[in-house]
């Protein structure tokens, strides 16, 4: 998909951070920079599997993001936790003060206690309640 800080922080070269605890489950993130371009053949597709591995999550260099779990409703919180993670460490850089971040075995820890199955159903249907109302109010 192509979340628009997303999409400007892939065109840095910083470090994703656990600036917030949202951050957590995607601190495995990994990076795709052989190509800005569209994945148009098997073989650059191939290549992103491959750089993705075991990671949740991967931003693709100046151009979008890939996300993969275990069901479509894990899939779309990595994408969402990824884009809010990127926007706040790009709010936390832009504010010219020293911040700081979760690191070590806190990441895993909270990860574990803030995205469990019952989280990621909870946020499912939290998504799924703001599609429907937008799409009543419109």
Not at 2 to 31: E, G, Q
Not at 93 to 110: A, H, Q, R
């Amino acid at each position: 998909s192509h979340p628009p800080y997303a999409m400007v922080f892939s065109a840095t070269d910083l470090m994703l951070k656990a600036v917030t605890h949202d951050a957590t489950p995607i601190m495995n993130t990994t990076r795709f920079t052989l190509t800005t371009n569209t994945v148009t053949n098997t073989s650059v597709a191939q290549q992103v599997a491959a750089a993705l591995g075991k990671s949740n999550t991967m931003l693709l260099k100046n151009h979008g993001i890939v996300a993969a779990g275990r069901t479509v409703p894990e899939t779309v919180c990595w994408s969402i936790v990824l884009e809010n993670a990127c926007k706040l460490q790009l709010l936390a850089e832009s504010s010219g003060v020293p911040y700081s971040s979760t690191e070590g075995i806190e990441i895993k820890t909270k990860s574990k206690i803030i995205f469990g199955a019952t989280a990621i159903r909870e946020y499912w249907s939290y998504w799924c309640r703001k599609v429907d109302r937008h799409f009543k109010l419109n």
